[in-house]
């Protein structure tokens, strides 16, 4: 088996979606998955900058990279770990602008929590989103434990993680993948490489220049592909759950990435990054990256880009009227799915 870490660079051509099995319809819904989480994200902003909620914690830049790998799952078959900035990944399993909002307003309805987490803090146990937790990269731990149990009940499922480079400094990191390696899971463990742990370079974390060099050590492949470019990461992505299918254990993709925001909205960029960096990257833009490509293959139109924006702005506007009305969690029910005697 080989564990050395491959580089997948973009492949040319009009029609390479449908060279890696991709319908017209396919690819046209990652790109409006895409567009949607980039409205969302921006929507929310807009909320925060007005003080009508406290916090942000965005997906922009990264889109490509959630979306790319989520298309080469099973969703409803499948499980996602996310961290606190794959709405994309998300979406793509079947949350809704919705569910965004109710949870970045932190109401009774809140899919995720019921308005007791930050934003972020994705799950729904229906679509096999695993509910994650504040702590960096446990939810890598929580991956490595559905996979085992899908291996105990003889299950096809694969299960991926997601995480920040950031969250590969972690010892959780380490243990999740060691684990995961011995005993051959089908997990996938998905870096999104930003280049910054909030304000620390990768280059103050490590002092090796891809996160993916590190499968070796524990006995599976590690790939580094251009998070910017959705196709790529969709292409690294399905060789690994293929190869999660069929028993032959984790991978290791490291999809090199940028946010365009800050940390969060609590934190100032320009404290620790250069304005004419954050410009270079826009011009990468994964969105307008794959739009070209649509447009380029036929299959983007200018009656069907209309369409897809007219769609994705009804649905935050809707879902952003809805959860402004929606109620607040009661005192009532604070202590309910706390205590057992309080579920129901």
Known sequence: MATRTQEVTARGGQSRHRALGLTDQAALRMYEVMRLARAIDERMWLINRAGRAPFVISCQGQEGAQVGTAAALKPGHDWV???????????????????????????????NSAGRQMPGHYGKRQLKILTGGSPVATQLLHAAGIALASKMRKEDAVTAAYFGEGGASQGDCHEAMNFA??????????????????????????????????????????????????LACYEVARHAVDRARRGEGPTLIEAKTYRFTPHSSDDDDRRY????????????????????????????????????????????????????????????????????????
């Not at 620390?200 to 974390?205: G, K, N, Y």
């Not at 590190?214 to 790939?223: E, I, K, N, S």
């Not at 250069?274 to 447009?295: C, F, G, H, S, T």
């Not at 809805?322 to 706390?338: F, I, W």
Request: glycine share 8%; aromatic share 10%; with cysteine.
């Open 181 to 230: 390696g011995i005993h051959k899971l089908a997990v996938l463990f998905i870096c999104e490489n930003n280049g910054y742990a909030i304000s620390v370079p990768q280059s103050r974390q490590m002092a090796i220049q891809n996160v993916a060099d590190r499968a070796a050590g524990y006995g599976f492949p590690g790939v580094v592909v251009d998070g910017n470019d959705v």
């Open 81 to 111: 770990a996310p961290y606190y900035r794959d709405a994309g990944v998300i979406l793509y399993f079947g949350m809704t602008a919705r569910d965004q909002m109710l949870s970045f307003m932190a109401k009774r309805e809140d899919p």
């Open 273 to 344: 990054r250069e304005a004419e960096e954050v410009a270079l990257w826009r011009q990468k833009d994964p969105i307008q990256r794959y739009a070209a490509y649509l447009r380029e293959a036929g299959v983007l139109t200018d009656e069907v880009e209309r369409e897809v924006t007219e769609r994705v702005t009804k649905e935050v506007d809707e879902a952003t009227d809805y959860a402004e009305q929606a109620p607040d969690p009661s005192p009532d029910d604070l202590l309910k799915y706390v205590y057992k005697g309080e579920v129901g």
